[in-house]
Structure formats: structure tokens, C-alpha cells
């Protein structure tokens, strides 16, 4: 249940952002890295490419 929370609050988050990635991992209190290791985990890190 907590992986599905995490990843809906990261989802809103990139949808909020425009997909910038930087973005979204700051506002998230995130380091970038944990960012893409968590979007590639789950199959996400090509949605939006480009938009860092």
C-alpha cells in the first residue's frame, strides 16, 4: 500500500510539474538520482523524455 501511495504522490507530482523532473524531485524533498531510480523502477523513465 505505501509503494502505491509513493507513486501516486510522485505521479501528481510530475503532472503538477510538467513533467520536469528537477522539478518535481525538489519539491518532493527527493535527491534526482532516488527521482529516476524510482521512474525507471516502475517502467516511467521515458514518459515525457526530455522534460528534465
Given at each position: 500500500m505505501m509503494?502505491?501511495?509513493e507513486r501516486q504522490l510522485i505521479e501528481n507530482t510530475?503532472?503538477?510539474c510538467?513533467?520536469?523532473k528537477d522539478r518535481a524531485?525538489?519539491?518532493l524533498g527527493?535527491?534526482?538520482s532516488s527521482l529516476f531510480?524510482?521512474?525507471k523502477l516502475?517502467?516511467?523513465s521515458a514518459e515525457e523524455d526530455g522534460a528534465n
Open positions: 509503494l502505491r501511495v510530475l503532472r503538477r510538467h513533467f520536469h524531485a525538489k519539491e527527493l535527491a534526482r531510480k524510482r521512474l516502475w517502467g516511467l
